[in-house]
């Protein structure tokens, strides 16, 4: 009885009885032209040994589990439903997409700015929106006091479980470097200093400055025999990412404006306070891509002052190293940390001005800049630079994030090398060669290297090409410079209007299976009336009086008294909306995430609220405002829907 179960004979009957059934159920009742050319493609089919399981007028649809009024959702569960429908990610329990596998791409639409109440009392300017895109979803926005990066970073990336034990970090064998400096007959006056230590051989960790290319990120450490000596320094479970493969580019790691000034950087020069500014390369010249730099001081009658520079690149080669005579007269050398002795100093005749000419040439505004909580070199060099890396901040302290990791423990603990012996004192060269390394660690191994969690951050766009589908950004270059790697198409866009027209483009492109793209002139609007104290004081107060209105009436003459660019802005971005639906073809999927509201009017009067600079004239606190408006500018909209 068994073998005839599974004879041959039987096997076959069924594969043909199940033929005819899927054609029956299949093939829809036409009539004239179109049964023929049913009959023709179906025969077509039959051929290639396959059946279109959908029909003719098969389409995907999206169905949400519960009423639009009745969902919340967060950011996590937009990019999750993303990885659903594109790649490996689990079903949503808040949504569910019809004949999934006909979704032909998804177009995921960042647009800031767009809060739930200014969706409902400007909701006139916005037809094209809600014919387009139906019903929006509640979406919970991070808090208005974040960075308002981290919108976009929750969209773009996600957390994993760590993948088991992670391989070990071996340091490579030192590769002797030619104490000659390659850049010291270009530099007068600059020596090499005491304590000159071989250097750690990295490969470059380059970024294509042409706009609109694929970037290579592939890395190896050494290709070397690794050393035998073995770290202790990984945590338990700590995700190994595979050889030659940076998760993230390395401007990912770079700190924005906002962290620069929480952290204490020099972002502004008054022009009179000595400070000088990295400029841009010169157009058709190589220039530094990544260095590291640390500074010794001493002190002196006014306190801290530099005494010592040193700038290696991300090879360990030595870029710069030079002693520096303070301004005023040296009190204490500070040996047992600085290195700086009497002897050292006693001929130096190098000054602070001198030094910043030499740096300034070899370190562009486009250069990575990297150090241990640089924030103090930068303003002992009076230099201003905006891409940093400070792996002070980019390895947490197992007490959480009010401390610091010290670089000679973060070392120790990854690199297994022993720096800042209090015998002899640092040596700026070899701080800056560990802070470089301990960099070019974490770039390689990912975000979450380090510390202490059981998740690891991963790269949504590196997921999604990792199953085949191609992705594409258009945006500003400062978020293409963080999120695009691997083959994704990053595609520099400086307007909305420029981001539509390259968008409108790319839907149509038939290798394309996800489109990023971010309309910001409503959030760009936001941040330029923050930065107009009368603008913004007069704007509270409207939302303040609306918010303590009672009657409709007032109500509804507060929230028409809206200026008449704001109206127009949100008029041009309901039109592109309906431009960009219209260029989608058949079966796309078209994601709206608004992510949040004013939240840069909020952070400012925050601001100006604890520094007690904002008046209501009747003296009362503005703290309960606050608090509404606050929450108004996180309760942000999502539109999910499918193009037929």
Known sequence: ????????????????????????????????????????????????????????????????????????????????????VLADGTMPNWVFVKNKPLVSKLVLLYMPGLDAAVYMSQSSLLRNLSTCCGTPLALLALSSVADSTQTIEALLTF????????????????????????????????????????????????????????????????????????????????????????????????????????????????GTDGYVETLPAASGLPFVDMAAIDCEMCYTEHGLELTRVSLVDNEGMVLFDSLVRPSSAIIDYNTRFSGITYEMMDSVTTTLEDVQKEIVKLVSSETILVGHSLESDLIALKIIHKRVIDTALMYQHPRGPLFKPALRILASHFLQRRIQDWRIGHDSIEDARAAMDLALLKIRKGPEFGNVSRFAKENLLLLLNKHGQQCVLLDRWSILQRYAVGSCHAIVCTSDDEVLLKAKKEVNNCNRNFIWLQFSELDSYYKRQAENLDSLTTHAAQMASLMTCNRAVEKFDAQRNVSAEFQ??????????????????????????????????????????????????????????????????ETALAFVCMKH
């Open 1 to 84: 009885m068994l073998k005839w179960l599974h004879s041959p004979l039987l096997l076959s009957v069924q594969r043909h009885i199940r033929r005819i059934n899927l054609s029956n159920m299949m093939s829809p009742v036409l009539n004239g032209s179109n049964q023929a050319q049913s009959q023709e493609n179906s025969g077509k089919a039959a051929k290639e040994g396959f059946f279109d399981v959908y029909g003719p007028d098969g389409r995907a649809e999206v169905i949400l589990k519960t009423p639009e009024s009745k969902t919340r959702i967060r950011l996590e569960d937009i990019q999750g439903l993303v990885r659903w």
């Open 159 to 270: 957390k994993s479980r760590k993948r088991g034990r992670g391989m070990p970090f071996v340091t490579p064998p030192c590769q002797q470097h030619s104490l000659k400096n390659k850049y010291s007959s270009m530099l007068p006056g600059v020596g090499l200093g005491a304590g000159l230590q071989p250097g750690i051989k990295h490969p470059k960790l380059t970024e294509s400055d042409t706009p609109g290319v694929n970037r290579d990120e592939s890395t190896s450490l050494c290709n070397d025999t690794p050393g035998t000596g073995e770290s202790t320094g990984l945590m338990p479970g700590e995700a190994s990412v595979p050889e030659g493969e940076a998760p993230f580019p390395v401007s990912f790691y770079t700190l924005t404006r906002s962290q620069m000034l929480e952290h204490g950087y020099p972002v502004v020069s008054t």
């Open 568 to 633: 127009n802005i949100l008029l041009q971005m309901d039109e592109r909306i309906k431009q960009l639906h219209s260029a989608l073809p058949s079966n796309t999927m078209l994601i709206v995430a608004s992510g949040h509201g004013d939240t840069a009017s909020v952070r400012r009067l925050r601001k100006l609220s604890v520094d007690k600079l904002l008046d209501r004239g009747d003296h009362q606190s503005w703290a309960p405002f606050l608090e509404d408006i606050q929450a108004q500018a």
